[in-house]
């Protein structure tokens, strides 16, 4: 059955709204665990309470990224996947700069 068969009204109206349904369940998972490992850490939301410089994030993207690139699929310190960590730094970034907290310390071009 294709979309033009469905008789779904609230549809059309979930079509304007965010598309959560496309977020891997997976992917999700594993980087939530990278999340409470970091609210273990630093308290759970702390970018939003003290602000964070992004190239403190960038350089931790850089560094579970080019270990998984070498073929290491799990940080030594949490056990999960570098990749996981990514994404957290990542996600980390994003809501920090959409709550006003971000430092954004990067080199820009002129």
């Not at 070498?70 to 940080?75: C, I, N, P, R």
Request: net charge negative; hydrophobic share 35%; proline share 5%.
């Amino acid at each position: 059955m294709d979309a033009s068969e469905v008789n779904d009204p609230k549809g059309a109206a979930g079509a304007l709204k965010t598309p959560m349904h496309l977020l891997p369940p997976s992917a999700l998972e594993e980087t939530a665990w990278a999340h409470k490992l970091g609210a273990e850490k630093y308290g759970p939301y702390n970018w939003r309470d003290t602000g964070v410089c992004a190239t403190t994030y960038v350089a931790a993207i850089m560094r579970h990224l080019n270990k998984w690139r070498v073929g290491e699929d799990l940080d030594d310190e949490s056990g999960r996947s570098h990749l996981a960590h990514v994404i957290c730094s990542a996600n980390i970034l994003l809501d920090a700069a959409h709550c006003g907290t971000l430092q954004d310390d990067r080199h820009k071009q002129p």
